[in-house]
C-alpha cells in the first residue's frame, strides 16, 4: 500500500471514527484535539477502528505523538510496513533447485 493509499485510508477512518464530514479530515495538518475536537472517548474508537481495519493491534504508546490527520497517516504507514515485514519474515521460502 502506498502513501496516498493510506491517506485514503485514514481520511475516511478518521471521519469514521471522529464521526466528521470526510472534507474535515482532508488537510494533514488538520490538528485532532484543536480543529476537531478530538477527545479520549474519540482515541480509543479510532485505536478500535485502525485495529479492525489493520488486523493489527495498536499499542496506546504509539499514539502518545498523534496530534495531525499526517501523524495517523505517518503511524498508519508503520504499522502497514511492520505488519508486511511480518508477514514476509513468515511466508515459506522456496529454494531453487
Known sequence: MNRAEI???VINLLAEAVVVPRE??????TDL????GV????YVELITVLERDLGQQVERE???YVRTVGDVV???QRLV?????????????????
Do not use: F, I, K
Open 74 to 76: 505517518d503511524l498508519v
Open 81 to 97: 510496513s511492520r505488519r508486511d515485514a511480518a508477514a514476509g519474515a513468515n511466508a515459506p521460502t522456496t529454494a531453487a533447485g
Open 7 to 9: 491517506e485514503e485510508r
Open 39 to 42: 477527545d479520549s472517548m474519540d
Open 24 to 29: 474535515d479530515v482532508e488537510d494533514l495538518r
Open 62 to 64: 504509539e499514539l502518545a
Open 33 to 36: 484535539r484543536e480543529d476537531l
